[in-house]
């Protein structure tokens, strides 16, 4: 009889107990009880009306009691932004992934998972689009945490999304060695998707980098190709390709996204000629330079842009007009004998002006890289135009300008024009066709004149020689004539890139094999001279013909030799130097190139590329605002949260 009583006590012990506290999301799993069993609802969220089931249940994933609080919440204000944070990126997908962890399936009073190979696939072709707006993976996305596998049963929330994620066609890039490339235009957040997979999928010979960024904070983005990314190799040169200067202009930046997919996917399909290209050079594309005046001039959409809307950057600054004036240094300089007509110092009155932070990021990454060639991709017309740019007579707007290396110059835009179908077609009743008599290129000057341009400015402060491509009379054409662009530029791109191998190299070094940086390449009858890089190494663009070349460098002995080029060399010559030490100093001895440029103080040398210039514009030297306490641009969208506002989405510095 005790033992009953015993017994009937222990049950009711049990009925009365209470409950054992439920983690988030364990109630509506039926892992647990609280009392109060959850059932289905309907689903009422504006933003998840388009999802594939119509029931939900509260608590949800996130242990979110009701509509009211999720509607409220940091997580479903950052759903309903992303799609213009991303500029369209990766949604609706993500959306509708959002929508699964916050308002999940409900079938028969119980909650139904997502799958995570879903959550994973997407966050793999996604998670550039994040790092594009320095912006974290969402913590609600954590494919181990909320997601299941199909052993558990999970649904797929994507399955009536098209069948697949939207990048899933790139994705097939990936797997697939072939020249398959999209001829469409790309937003700021898919291009830089397309750069980071390609440089992914090319990794042992591309990667994606940012030499700085936009007023708006937008990264510029460069892809290089090279056999050791990230490093410059003594005598490979360097070379560079940049889009966009002018936001309205878009052939340029189609054409390096096309190009840049173009030379991974042939490189891997063992195209010799593409993989002789990138095993000798260093190249360099910078596909958009203005992604702020993009984004202006593509609200307007295709074949509607007019001719200026989104030229000029965010702060209202035409970048092709924005570098320092050394041109006209140049021509006050050109009746001294022994005045230096290459490596001028930026005056320090160019400081006192506006100048554009993509402005102050390409010249320091002219200085960080030793460019040997380059070019700028511009629209409004169809044809080459070289140095100088700016009239050597302030009052004649269309004055031939030469510089002293214009039979060089000439060459480049030969190269350029002659590999290109429709600037060497002899028609004249076409776009450029003004200019067929000249065989498609033009001294800039002759062309009209300007001052502050960025090919001067690569010639006569670097090594760097520099051409600017006319692509077409349309700056913003329709997505069906960009097949055709690819189709006219494709080998004209790349015989210019082949070009950085005319003339000579070589290394100056003293008796013991110690590389000499800084050291003069001199060219007897041509008055512009190179320099040596960090390794002692140079490169001197030069047409066929013979030459005296001569190597100095302070405290080092002068040394000169006879040099033949013949017309059909297609590589660049090896020229090597050593040079004997001095005892002492020449007095006589003119002072080297960087110590000229470098002596003042420089704003360039204290100048941030990276930090966010929108917000506030930092100060050169003392005082400048650390990067890591200040919050990306898309924060504002957060500011009625409070002190809810989603920490989770700040990247850990």
Same mark, same amino acid.
């Given at each position: 009889?005790?033992?009953? #009583?015993?017994? %009937? %006590?222990?049950?009711? #012990? ?8 439920? +983690? ?13 069993? @959850?059932?289905?609802?309907? *689903? ?45 990126? /990766? ?14 399936? /409900? ?18 072709? /996604? ?5 594009? *707006? ?7 996305? =954590? ?13 797929? $929330? ?18 697939? $060695? ?63 390709? *940049? ?10 930046? +189609?054409? #390096? ?8 996917? +042939? ?42 809307? !989104? ?161 077409? /009379? ?54 512009? =001279? ?20 001569? @190597?100095?460098? *302070? !405290? ?45 103080? =420089? ?37 009625? #949260? ?12």
């Amino acid at each position: 009889m005790l033992l009953k #009583l015993l017994l %009937l %006590l222990g049950a009711l #012990l049990r009925v009365t107990e209470p409950a054992p506290r439920c +983690e988030p999301g364990q109630e509506t799993l039926g892992q647990c009880q609280t009392g109060e069993k @959850a059932k289905c609802v309907d *689903i009422t969220l504006g933003s998840c009306s388009d999802v594939p089931y119509t029931k939900t249940m509260y608590p949800n994933l996130l242990d979110q009691k009701s509509r009211e609080v999720v509607e409220f919440s940091s997580e479903y204000i950052l759903m309903s932004v992303l799609h213009n944070l991303l500029q369209g990126e /990766c949604n609706p997908d993500l959306r509708l992934l959002s929508c699964s962890i916050l308002a999940p399936q /409900c079938e028969k009073d119980k909650m139904i998972k997502p799958c995570r190979h879903v959550c994973e696939n997407l966050r793999k072709n /996604c998670l550039p689009a994040f790092d594009t *707006i320095d912006m974290a993976w969402p913590y609600f996305l =954590d494919c181990d945490r909320f997601f299941a596998g199909e052993e558990e049963g999970c649904f797929d $929330p994507l399955a009536k999304l098209r069948g697949e994620p939207e990048i899933a066609e790139e994705d097939l890039l990936v797997q697939v $060695p072939t020249t398959l490339i999209q001829f469409t235009h790309h937003s700021y957040s898919k291009m830089v998707s397309i750069l980071k997979k390609t440089a992914s999928r090319c990794s042992h010979i591309a990667r994606t980098y940012s030499i700085g960024r936009s007023f708006e904070g937008r990264d510029l983005f460069v892809i290089e190709f090279s056999t050791n990314p990230g490093h410059h190799d003594p005598m490979k040169p360097e070379f560079k390709y *940049i889009g966009n200067m002018h936001g309205n202009e878009v052939v340029g930046k +189609e054409l #390096l996204i096309y190009l840049a997919q173009y030379l991974c996917s +042939e490189y891997l399909l063992g195209n010799p000629r593409i993989q002789t290209l990138i095993n000798n050079t260093r190249i360099h594309l910078l596909p958009s330079l203005n992604p702020d005046g993009y984004e202006l001039a593509a609200e307007e959409g295709a074949g509607y842009n007019s001719w200026i809307n !989104g030229r000029q950057t965010a702060q209202n600054l035409d970048l092709n007009r924005n570098f320092p004036d050394l041109t006209f240094e140049v021509y006050n300089r050109a009746g001294l004998r022994w005045a230096r007509l290459d490596h001028i110092p930026i005056p320090q009155s160019y400081w006192e002006g506006k100048v554009a932070p993509e402005t102050k990021a390409v010249m320091k990454w002219m200085r960080t890289i030793p460019f040997v060639l380059s070019a700028s991709l511009h629209g409004g017309e169809l044809v080459v135009t070289y140095p100088y740019d700016f009239s050597r007579h302030p009052l004649e707007e269309k004055m031939f300008s030469p510089t002293p290396d214009e039979k060089m110059f000439r060459l480049l835009a030969k190269a350029y024009a002659g590999a290109h179908p429709v600037i060497s077609d002899k028609s004249e009743a076409r776009c450029g066709g003004n200019f067929v008599k000249r065989g498609g290129i033009i001294n800039g000057a002759q062309w009209y004149s300007f001052t502050g341009g960025m090919a001067d400015f690569n010639y006569l402060h670097t090594n760097c020689f520099e051409i600017t491509l006319e692509l077409g /009379c349309e700056k913003f054409p329709l997505e069906e004539e960009l097949y055709s662009a690819w189709h006219e530029n494709k080998e004209s791109l790349l015989t210019f890139m082949e070009m950085v191998h005319r003339g000579i190299k070589g290394i100056v070094s003293d008796k013991f094999g110690n590389p000499i940086k800084n050291a003069r390449i001199s060219v007897k009858g041509i008055r512009h =001279d190179v320099i040596t890089a960090a390794d002692g190494d140079y490169w001197r663009l030069l047409p066929p013909g013979r030459y005296i070349i001569s @190597a100095h460098a *302070i !405290g080092y002995s002068k040394v000169m030799k006879r040099v033949t080029l013949p017309a059909r060399m297609k590589r660049a010559g090896r020229v090597d130097f050593v040079l004997r030490s001095l005892d002492t100093k020449p007095k006589n001895f003119l002072r080297g190139p960087m110590e000229n440029i470098y002596e003042q103080y =420089d704003p360039l040398e204290h100048f941030d590329p990276h930090a966010q210039h929108a917000q506030s514009e930092p100060r050169e030297g003392r005082g400048q605002p650390t990067r890591h306490n200040e919050k990306p641009w898309w924060w504002s969208y957060f500011s009625s #949260l409070g002190q809810h506002k989603p920490l989770w989405l700040l990247k850990q510095r």
